[in-house]
């Protein structure tokens, strides 16, 4: 670390002397880590850029379009785009998807009918779909288990890993499994996420036996972590969000989702209505957005993963249990810490929102969040709301305390931030 920054984490944000040392012990440590992630960001950016010239993306494709928004080229030229860095047949990105989770829910609503189960075989899955399937608790809110959808679920066994022969009983047994729910992401669990070559072994083995069911991803906070996305390894279907990776921090807001035509097709259905699908939907003149974020999602997912490195080894050197750590191998952008301790946990969220370019003079507090069981706390001083591609970092409160932190649109925040909430800590 160069000397007049030290001076000035100490000025400006009086980082203690035993935190810095810790910094530049865990910078030394994560080198190695970051170059590995520099050859898939490199990667990855070809890919995109590559992608884009294939369908002579030019200016025209940033017009405004309005009313129904038949033949908006922009936006019929985006999905083009993503099926292609997804390397699949079709794709459907849309401002109009308010976030992650209704892509998700458009995606389940479009390919399952009455009659048809759901399978999770990550266990239960992230908060926000529980209202979605039905076990969220809220009564008549039109969930899929009032329409008819019935759901199972598969938890992962004592290692962390996807319990196969519960897997194989359950599609040998249960004719009405019509699809596969795997995330990819940790969520708010104490586990790892799952390796897209290992999503692509229990694809295949799903596949083996019911080649019929549709393996649908949840591939929030996945994107451009590998080299491959689940699409390049079997998936029928994945979905995400724009204020994660893939919008690049400069998407204002939207989802997407990818996959085999029929089944995005589907799912087009739900997003507006039956009959109308994905050719309809004028884009307020966010086009250019869309595009610029992808463009840059490469580079910025990388520069979150740099931030969730180091965050790991210094947290690990100040004590604390991580995961994953510092050298394992990732598939999202997600760090968990694990406090032990109320106080810990709610002092490092508040350093990481005193570290934010926005309303870092806000204190966060737990509170109920909609789509949540538990009370929240979260960190987010952000240019686009909530988005969590940016640095954040939040909690359910409840033992044994973990934080989970992701985000950073430049590494350097990633690592200011972190090094604010460990002082907050230390001291
Ligand atoms: C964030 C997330 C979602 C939901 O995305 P939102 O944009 O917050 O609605 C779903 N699944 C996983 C694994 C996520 O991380």
């Known amino acids: 670390m160069f000397d007049i920054t030290k001076e000035q984490l100490k000025g400006i944000y009086h980082i203690n002397d035993e935190t810095l040392h810790l910094y530049e012990q865990a910078i030394e440590d994560s080198n190695a880590e970051f170059r590995v992630y520099d050859e898939i960001r490199e990667y990855n950016q070809l890919k995109v850029l590559a992608a884009f010239q294939a369908e002579r993306i030019s200016d025209s494709h940033f017009t405004n379009s309005s009313g129904y928004g038949y033949g908006d080229i922009g936006r019929d030229a985006l999905d083009r785009v993503y099926a292609r860095v997804f390397n699949c047949e079709s794709a459907l990105v849309r401002p109009h998807f308010v976030n992650g989770t209704h892509a998700i829910g458009a995606a389940l609503?479009?390919?399952?009918?009455?009659?048809?189960?759901?399978?999770?075989?990550?266990?239960?899955?992230?908060?926000?779909?529980?209202?979605?399937?039905?076990?969220?608790?809220?009564?008549?809110?039109?969930?899929?288990?009032?329409?008819?959808?019935?759901?199972?679920?598969?938890?992962?066994?004592?290692?962390?890993?996807?319990?196969?022969?519960?897997?194989?009983?359950?599609?040998?047994?249960?004719?009405?499994?019509?699809?596969?729910?795997?995330?990819?992401?940790?969520?708010?669990?104490?586990?790892?996420?799952?390796?897209?070559?290992?999503?692509?072994?229990?694809?295949?083995?799903?596949?083996?036996?019911?080649?019929?069911?549709?393996?649908?991803?949840?591939?929030?906070?996945?994107?451009?972590?590998?080299?491959?996305?689940?699409?390049?390894?079997?998936?029928?279907?994945?979905?995400?969000?724009?204020?994660?990776?893939?919008?690049?921090?400069?998407?204002?807001?939207?989802?997407?989702?990818?996959?085999?035509?029929?089944?995005?097709?589907?799912?087009?259905?739900?997003?507006?209505?039956?009959?109308?699908?994905?050719?309809?939907?004028?884009?307020?003149?966010?086009?250019?957005?869309?595009?610029?974020?992808?463009?840059l999602a490469p580079h910025v997912a990388i520069e979150a993963v740099k931030g969730a490195i180091f965050c790991a080894r210094i947290m690990e050197l100040a004590g604390f249990e991580v995961l994953p750590k510092y050298t394992d191998k990732r598939s999202d952008i997600i760090q968990a810490i694990k406090f032990n301790n109320k106080e810990n946990l709610i002092q490092f969220c508040k350093g990481i929102q005193a570290g934010s370019p926005i309303d870092s003079f806000v204190e966060c507090e737990p509170w109920d969040m909609p789509g949540y069981n538990d009370q929240v706390i979260m960190a987010a001083g952000a240019f686009v709301q909530g988005s969590s591609i940016e640095l954040s970092a939040d909690a359910p409160i409840r033992e044994p305390y973990i934080a989970y932190l992701q985000g950073g649109l430049t590494f350097d925040h990633a690592k200011i931030g972190t090094l604010i909430s460990l002082a907050k800590i230390i001291k």
């Open 109 to 295: 609503f479009g390919n399952l009918r009455p009659g048809d189960t759901m399978l999770s075989i990550c266990g239960t899955p992230y908060d926000t779909l529980h209202n979605i399937i039905g076990i969220g608790g809220n009564k008549n809110i039109g969930s899929l288990s009032e329409y008819g959808v019935k759901y199972k679920q598969i938890d992962l066994n004592k290692n962390l890993k996807i319990d196969l022969p519960s897997v194989k009983e359950q599609l040998e047994n249960d004719k009405t499994i019509k699809l596969v729910h795997i995330q990819r992401s940790t969520g708010y669990g104490w586990r790892k996420s799952l390796l897209v070559s290992e999503i692509g072994e229990i694809i295949a083995y799903v596949k083996e036996l019911r080649p019929d069911v549709i393996c649908f991803v949840d591939n929030c906070y996945g994107e451009f972590i590998d080299t491959i996305e689940p699409t390049d390894v079997g998936a029928d279907l994945i979905a995400g969000s724009l204020i994660k990776n893939i919008g690049g921090g400069i998407a204002p807001a939207g989802g997407y989702i990818a996959g085999k035509k029929s089944c995005v097709e589907q799912a087009a259905y739900r997003l507006t209505i039956p009959g109308i699908g994905g050719e309809c939907g004028s884009t307020f003149g966010v086009m250019r957005l869309l595009f610029q974020g992808l463009f």
